[in-house]
T-cell receptor, first 116, second 114 residues
C-alpha cells in the first residue's frame, strides 16, 4: 500500500522569509510525487511533480521540491514567501510499479499562512 | 476548452434521497476519478475509471456508484444518502497510461445530507 504523511497541519511564515512544507511517503516500488495547491472554495491545482531524473524539481509560482530517496521525503520549498501563497497544500504519491498504479494517494494537507 | 466541469456546485439532501453528481471533461482524457474531501482527512479516492466502460473502486467506495459510458462523462451516484456522505466532492481527469501524471480537478460539489 502507498501512503503520504504531512506532519504539519499548519505552517506560519512571515512574508519574504523562506518556506518549507514537509512531506514523506511510503510506496513499495518507485514513486511518482506531486504537490497540489488549493485556494479557498476552489479545486486543486497542480504545482509540480517528480517522475525521475534531477532530485530538485521546479514548479509553478516559484515553488520547488527536493526528492530525497533515502529519507523518503519530498518537501516543498520557496525562497521568499508571498501573502498570496497562503493556501492548503497537498502532497500526493503514486506507485509506478504497483498494481494500483493509476491511483493517487493524497496527504491530509498543510495549511500555509503567510503573515504580512 | 472548459477543462473539468462539475454540477451542481451545492446540494442539500435529506437522508435516504438519491442524486447524481455530474462530471464532464473536454480534454479527451482517459482517466477520471472521484474524490471526497473532509476536514483533516485530505482527499480520498471513491471510484476511478481508466476508460469508457471500465471502472474500479478506490479507498472509500461504499454508498457510491459510477459508470463511464463515454470518455467525457463520469457521473457519481448516491443511491441512499447518509449524513456521513456530507463532504466536498471533486472530480479529476488525466491522460492514462504509463505516463499518467498531472490530474486536472473540477471546482467541486459541496454536499450536505441532513
Amino acid at each position: 500500500a502507498q501512503s503520504v504523511a504531512q506532519p504539519e497541519d499548519q505552517v506560519n511564515v512571515a512574508e519574504g522569509n523562506p518556506l518549507t512544507v514537509k512531506c514523506t511517503y511510503s510506496v513499495s516500488g518507485n514513486p511518482y510525487l506531486f504537490w497540489y495547491v488549493q485556494y479557498p472554495n476552489r479545486g486543486l491545482q497542480f504545482l509540480l511533480k517528480y517522475i525521475t531524473g534531477d532530485n530538485l524539481v521546479k514548479g509553478s509560482y516559484g515553488f520547488e521540491a527536493e526528492f530525497n530517496k533515502s529519507q523518503t521525503s519530498f518537501h516543498l520549498k520557496k525562497p521568499s514567501a508571498l501573502v498570496s501563497d497562503s493556501a492548503l497544500y497537498f502532497c500526493a504519491v503514486r506507485d509506478m510499479d504497483g498494481a494500483g498504479s493509476y491511483q493517487l494517494t493524497f496527504g491530509k494537507g498543510t495549511k500555509l499562512s503567510v503573515i504580512p | 476548452n472548459a477543462g473539468v466541469t462539475q454540477t451542481p456546485k451545492f446540494q442539500v439532501l435529506k437522508t435516504g434521497q438519491s442524486m447524481t453528481l455530474q462530471c464532464a471533461q473536454d480534454m479527451n482524457h482517459e482517466y477520471m476519478s472521484w474524490y471526497r474531501q473532509d476536514p483533516g482527512m485530505g482527499l480520498r479516492l471513491i471510484h476511478y475509471s481508466v476508460g469508457a466502460g471500465i471502472t474500479d473502486q478506490g479507498e472509500v467506495p461504499n454508498g457510491y456508484n459510477v459508470s463511464r459510458s463515454t470518455t467525457e462523462d463520469f457521473p457519481l451516484r448516491l443511491l441512499s444518502a447518509a449524513p456521513s456522505q456530507t463532504s466536498v466532492y471533486f472530480c479529476a481527469s488525466s491522460v492514462a497510461g504509463i505516463n499518467t501524471d498531472t490530474q486536472y480537478f473540477g471546482p467541486g460539489t459541496r454536499l450536505t445530507v441532513l
